[in-house]
Structure formats: structure tokens, C-alpha cells
């Protein structure tokens, strides 16, 4: 698989004001932020809105015979994401929509998302899943973190090498190549 063809994947990523629109440098962007995260500690996300991200990104990518979004530090991925190249203005409507995504899970019975059971999260996601052309609010929140999941996601090193099986992450220069000059 090639570089432009793993973009096809991460469509709705580039769709988000923050992450650069050409694929070679939304690519570079992923890589270098994935490669930083053991290092960062979150700095956006409080423990609360971490608990809602996790779960919804695994609700979006789950873990079976593959990695999951959590396997791959998506939560991570999002923070820093949201920490270092969204604007205080965007910072801030996502924030607030996470705020209104524990609002509707009041009114669907629980005070957090997090508590909800599983078959309502899913109810609550499919009516968000509708609302992410939303300005503001809970709609706008699931569009973004959806798009960053999916990003996170397909540009982690495990999923490239191990699912994708295309090499995105370079490991540097091989000058062992054989050659036999022409006589």
C-alpha cells in the first residue's frame, strides 16, 4: 500500500481545520506526533474527558484479531493533537462539546457517557454519528474525535507495519545494495 492510498483513509482527518491538507504533510505530521507519545504526558483532556475519548475512540475502532484505538495510543494521539496544533477557539468547542456528550448521556439516564451501557453509548454515537456537520456541540465533538481517531489510528506504527503493511516510518538508509557496474 502506498502513501496516498493510506490517505484515502484519513479523508475525514483532513477535513479538520487543524491538521495540514496535503497528505505527504498530514503523513509527516502523524508520524513525528506518534513518535512523541510515551514522552508527553496528557495536557488537554482532564481524567473525565480521557475516560469518554478512550471509550468512545475503542467504540469507533475496537480491538479484535487487530489493535484497537486505545492499542495504539489514539487518547494520546488526540490530546496532543488538541494541545499542540488545534486553536484555543477549536480547543475549546471540542471541549465543550465533550461537555455536551455527558449532557445527552444524562438525559439518556446516566450522568457520564462513560457510565452509560453499552447498547445506549452505541444509541447515543449513532445519533452523534448524524450530527457531525453540527457548528457546535456534541455533533461537532464526535466529528472531530471520529476524524482524529481514524487519523491516529491509521497512521500508528503498528497498524502501517502490521495490518496495512506498508512502511511509513523510515528506519533510514541502506547503502547495501548490490551493484554491478556495466563493463
Given at each position: 500500500?502506498?502513501?496516498?492510498?493510506?490517505v484515502q483513509f484519513l479523508g475525514?482527518?483532513?477535513?479538520?481545520?487543524?491538521?495540514?491538507?496535503?497528505?505527504?504533510a498530514a503523513i509527516k505530521l502523524?508520524?513525528?506526533?506518534?513518535?512523541?507519545?510515551?514522552?508527553?504526558?496528557?495536557?488537554?483532556?482532564?481524567?473525565?474527558?480521557?475516560?469518554?475519548?478512550?471509550?468512545?475512540?475503542?467504540?469507533?475502532?475496537?480491538?479484535?484479531?487487530?489493535?484497537?484505538?486505545?492499542?495504539?495510543?489514539?487518547?494520546?494521539?488526540?490530546d496532543l493533537i488538541m494541545t499542540?496544533?488545534?486553536?484555543?477557539?477549536?480547543?475549546?468547542?471540542?471541549?465543550?462539546?465533550?461537555?455536551?456528550?455527558?449532557?445527552?448521556?444524562?438525559?439518556?439516564?446516566?450522568?457520564?457517557?462513560?457510565?452509560?451501557?453499552?447498547?445506549?453509548?452505541?444509541?447515543?454515537?449513532?445519533?452523534?454519528?448524524?450530527?457531525?456537520?453540527?457548528?457546535?456541540?456534541?455533533?461537532?465533538?464526535?466529528?472531530?474525535?471520529?476524524?482524529?481517531?481514524?487519523?491516529?489510528?491509521?497512521?500508528?506504527?503498528?497498524?502501517?507495519?502490521?495490518?496495512?503493511?506498508?512502511?511509513?516510518?523510515?528506519?533510514?538508509?541502506?547503502?547495501?545494495?548490490?551493484?554491478?557496474?556495466?563493463?
Open positions: 500500500m502506498r502513501r496516498r492510498e493510506v475525514a482527518a483532513l477535513a479538520l481545520p487543524f491538521i495540514p491538507r496535503g497528505a505527504d502523524a508520524e513525528g506526533i506518534h513518535l512523541r507519545l510515551g514522552d508527553v504526558p496528557f495536557r488537554t483532556l482532564n481524567p473525565d474527558q480521557r475516560a469518554m475519548v478512550t471509550a468512545i475512540a475503542e467504540m469507533i475502532i475496537p480491538q479484535t484479531d487487530t489493535p484497537g484505538a486505545t492499542s495504539v495510543k489514539v487518547p494520546e494521539f488526540i499542540e496544533w488545534a486553536s484555543e477557539e477549536e480547543r475549546t468547542a471540542f471541549l465543550a462539546g465533550l461537555a455536551d456528550i455527558d449532557t445527552r448521556a444524562a438525559a439518556a439516564g446516566s450522568s457520564r457517557f462513560v457510565d452509560l451501557p453499552a447498547a445506549k453509548k452505541t444509541e447515543l454515537l449513532t445519533d452523534l454519528d448524524g450530527r457531525m456537520e453540527d457548528k457546535s456541540g456534541a455533533g461537532l465533538a464526535f466529528g472531530r474525535l471520529k476524524g482524529l481517531t481514524v487519523y491516529g489510528y491509521f497512521t500508528s506504527k503498528p497498524v502501517q507495519q502490521d495490518i496495512l503493511k506498508t512502511q511509513m516510518f523510515f528506519n533510514g538508509y541502506d547503502g547495501n545494495v548490490p551493484f554491478t557496474p556495466r563493463v
